[in-house]
């Protein structure tokens, strides 16, 4: 399994790529039929707000896993 940080940038940068394509999608769906065009934009916002999800999901993690330090050492 990747690590965790190695996930999250995987995950943003999908994002990433989907956030900077939406002017190409709408050009690519132009000649579709209006509910060809809404099926295809709605299916790549799903994608984008899974991928937000996970990326809040895999942060948390990362936040659980990461040692805490605020806890007292036991006394020899």
Same mark, same amino acid.
């Given at each position: ?9 995987? $995950? ?7 956030? @900077?394509? /939406?002017?190409? !999608?709408?050009? &690519? *769906? =132009? ?13 790549? $916002? ?7 999800? @996970?990326? /809040?999901?895999? !942060?948390?993690? &990362? *936040? =659980? ?12």
């Amino acid at each position: 399994m990747l690590p965790i940080d190695h996930r999250i940038s995987r $995950a943003q940068r999908l994002l990433e790529i989907i956030e @900077e394509d /939406a002017p190409f !999608l709408a050009r &690519r *769906v =132009a000649e579709l039929t209006p509910e060809r065009q809404n099926q295809a934009k709605g299916y790549v $916002a799903e994608i984008a707000a899974q991928t937000r999800t @996970e990326i /809040a999901r895999l !942060l948390e993690q &990362r *936040v =659980a896993a990461e040692p805490d330090d605020t806890c007292p050492e036991p006394a020899d």
